[in-house]
């Protein structure tokens, strides 16, 4: 269990309000993703970080933003959320596959569900 | 850049067997994956497995690779009412060093009892 942790699991929230989402890890990994799942189009990567404030842009980063100030935590930021911004996000952190393959593997949070009126 | 393409719906009855496929575009060594997703739940991993192999099995699962066409599939046997959720497919970037996954739209499951 990778002991990933999102929060808030729910939020509804106004267009044009600021929203963040927390994904807070317990094991020290080094890679964390921030994913949006949306219907017709599996999940699409937002950001990833791979270290403590070291980040860079997914394939659909326009109106996001992340920090790493922290090994533990990743948050993703919506500076002012938008209704194309509803979406259920998740995040992911990097581990290594069996100890004989050369693959890594992704590991999921439980997702943030959020819905901007 | 990476596209993983997937049927969007299937339907089996119980005991049956599933196969759910998927076709990738990256045509360089890479890992392709297979995720189940349940209602209200984030993904699980179910296996991977590398380019250069033809085929995996684990329990009830096969996976089959078919390199020159690029196409992927899954296979469960006994097909069980507990199975039905949404498949990923997924493919391990190019870019390696981003350790970041593509996904396939995915492949809803149902089984009928």
């Known amino acids: 269990d990778a002991g990933i942790t999102q929060s808030p699991r729910h939020k509804v929230t106004e267009t044009g309000t600021p929203v963040t989402l927390r994904c807070h890890q317990t094991?020290?990994?080094?890679?964390m993703y921030w994913y949006r799942q949306d219907p017709g189009h599996g999940l699409r990567l937002i950001h990833y970080?791979?270290?403590?404030?070291?980040?860079d842009k997914g394939e659909v980063s326009d109106g996001y933003s992340v920090s790493r100030s922290k090994t533990e935590d990743f948050l993703l930021t919506l500076e002012s959320a938008t209704s194309s911004q509803t979406s259920v996000y998740f995040c992911?952190?990097?581990?290594?596959?069996?100890?004989?393959?050369?693959?890594?593997?992704?590991?999921f949070g439980a997702g943030s569900r959020l819905t901007v009126l | 850049g990476e596209d993983v393409e997937q049927s969007l719906f299937l339907s089996v009855r119980e005991g049956d067997s599933s196969v759910i496929n998927c076709t990738y575009t990256?045509?360089?060594?890479?890992?392709l994956y297979w995720y189940k997703q349940e209602p209200g739940a984030g993904l699980q991993l179910l296996t991977y497995?590398?380019?250069?192999?033809d085929m995996k099995q684990d329990q009830r699962l096969t996976v089959l690779l078919n390199k020159k066409d690029k196409h992927l599939s899954l296979r469960i046997a006994d097909t069980q009412t507990g199975d039905s959720a949404i498949y990923f497919c997924?493919?391990?970037?190019?870019?390696?060093?981003?350790?970041?996954?593509?996904f396939g739209s995915g492949t809803r499951l149902q089984v009928q009892p």
């Open positions: 970080s791979y270290g403590v404030k070291d980040t």
């Open positions: 990256d045509s360089s060594s890479t890992y």
């Open positions: 497995i590398f380019s250069n192999m």
């Open positions: 992911a952190i990097s581990e290594r596959g069996r100890p004989s393959s050369g693959a890594n593997v992704l590991t």
């Open positions: 094991e020290n990994h080094r890679y």
């Open positions: 997924a493919e391990r970037d190019v870019d390696t060093g981003r350790r970041a996954l593509t």
